[in-house]
């Protein structure tokens, strides 16, 4: 069986890494058995690749393999069958998507997931938390989160999410494909780590919400929740 180390909270079945989520939704779209294995974010005694240090880490057999790109190119070279994607215009709207989550949606959402993150850590995580993201966001999580008008930005940037999907079941047409996967981990990552309503989204994303919290028996819907 496949086996994925998955970053976790306090509670350890609480599961927030948009990334490791990304590899899930991979091995699931090629309806593959696997395992996770919850690890911390400080101590890297138990991922298996120590001088990488990030999860997602996949061991399948005696390959390891790290970072989910990777991830979803060994799992699409070595199993047949339910591609990430039918063409290379998928693939490049694939890629459109990954952009547009760097350049549009990470910045204003980070913000205001940094610090609800932190409270959700554990406690042995939560001074390298703060320390690894206020170095990235050049203040502390508390004045970040507080930056005017985030979640209008986050708003903005979703109305070009929902161009497409006004007009089509998924980002991959009447199925979902890669682009689907790596954009709803991110609404996965906000829906496990908190309860608040940090933004209206508009009801195209919303509908294609529930469409993707469906799939795989519910596998999305399911997943532990900080209460």
């Known amino acids: 069986m496949l086996k994925l180390y998955d970053l976790s909270l306090a509670d350890p079945d609480v599961r927030p890494s948009p990334f490791c989520w990304r590899a899930k939704f991979a091995m699931l779209h090629k309806g593959l058995s696997f395992e996770t294995v919850p690890v911390p974010f400080a101590d890297k005694t138990d991922y298996p690749n120590q001088d990488h240090g990030l999860v997602p880490i996949l061991i399948d057999g005696e390959e390891t393999v790290c970072d989910s790109e990777n991830i979803y190119a060994h799992l699409e070279s070595k199993y047949e069958g339910a591609p990430f994607a039918q063409s290379n215009g998928e693939r490049a709207a694939a890629d459109f998507y990954n952009a547009w989550l760097g350049l549009n949606l990470f910045p204003n959402l980070a913000p205001l997931m940094f ?8 406690e042995d995580d939560k001074a390298y938390f703060r320390k690894t993201r206020e170095k990235r966001l050049g203040k502390t999580l508390e004045e970040a989160a507080a930056t005017p008008g985030l979640g209008g930005k986050v708003e903005e940037a979703l109305q070009t999410l929902a161009a497409p999907l006004v007009r089509h079941r998924f980002l991959g047409g009447d199925q979902p494909n890669i682009a689907d996967y790596n954009v709803f981990s991110v609404f996965l990552w906000i829906r496990v780590t908190t ?4 933004f209206d989204a508009p009801q195209a994303v919303d509908a294609w919400q529930e469409r993707m919290l469906d799939l795989f028996d519910g596998y999305g819907r399911n997943a532990k929740r900080v209460s």
Do not use: D, F, G, S
């Open 115 to 122: 610090v609800r993150v932190h409270a959700a850590a554990r």
């Open 195 to 198: 309860q608040e309503e940090l």
